[in-house]
């Protein structure tokens, strides 16, 4: 049986429900947002496992804002 793709492979921008390391995958960009945040997220081995809204309430950030955040630095990059 083969597997759907994943939001992150098709979408224009991470979703909340994205893990991870789809989104440092298909989106480059959000590294800089990750960092900026002092997010562990690049180079974290639980990146394959956590979802961005996982990631953003275990750092007390607002998921939205995080998710926004990265648009702005996906679209930069166009």
Not at 1 to 11: E, L, N, Q, R
Not at 19 to 28: A, M, Y
Not at 67 to 72: E, G, K, N, S, Y
């Amino acid at each position: 049986m083969i597997a759907p793709p994943s939001h992150a492979a098709t979408a224009a921008f991470p979703s909340s429900s994205d893990l991870v390391e789809d989104v440092l995958e298909r989106w480059p960009p959000t590294i800089a947002v990750f960092l900026a945040h002092r997010m562990a997220c690049p180079g974290c081995p639980m990146a394959r496992f956590q979802t961005i809204a996982e990631v953003a309430d275990d750092y007390g950030l607002d998921t939205d804002a995080l998710l926004a955040d990265f648009a702005r630095a996906i679209a930069a990059e166009r």
